[in-house]
């Protein structure tokens, strides 16, 4: 009897440090554990803005700011195809990277779309987006926005850690 106790107890605690093991090493896929600077330029258009349209290209941006960490993120419009255009952002206070070069589709989005809140902020030609992420525990995010319709646009992506904004807009 003692030792179908101590067996039942020992298999518990197996099974116990094995989901626990598991969801480690869950977290830590999902996350970078150190935040790399961003650097880069995405290109691509869309027939519609809507999100809910399956086949929407969606740029995303996902980054980590760790404890006591300040990072810069800038975002500029280099080329819009429609003038006077411009792409609203949007925030997921989480780690999201199921695309491929920063790049995805709007049904890819579907299962974290309700925790996808609004910037209100319209990024365009002449309106770079900057903001700079900070906090005194890790937090992740992940930034989003839609292709503009009626042809190629393009968008430069800066992430840096502990910089000023350095304008990255073209003088003269």
Known sequence: M???????ITGFCL????VLGAL???????????QMELDFTVSGSNECL????RDVGVIYVPFV???????????ECTRIATPGGWVDLYLYNDYWDEGVDNKCFSEDLY??????????????LDTPFMKTFEGS????????????PGGPST????????AEFLPMIKTG
Not at 15 to 18: C, D, E, H, K, T
């Open 2 to 8: 003692v030792n179908e106790k101590i067996l039942g």
């Open 155 to 162: 968008f430069r992506v800066s992430l840096k850690e502990g």
């Open 65 to 75: 700011v760790g404890a006591g960490e300040q990072w810069d993120l800038f975002v």
């Open 15 to 18: 099974v116990a440090l094995l």
């Open 137 to 148: 525990v890790q937090a992740s995010y992940t930034l989003f926005f839609i292709f503009p």
């Open 24 to 34: 480690m090493v869950s977290f830590f896929l999902s996350s970078p554990a150190d």
């Open 50 to 53: 809507r999100f809910l349209t």
């Open 111 to 124: 299962s974290v779309l309700d925790n996808v809140e609004s910037l209100d902020f319209k990024l365009g």
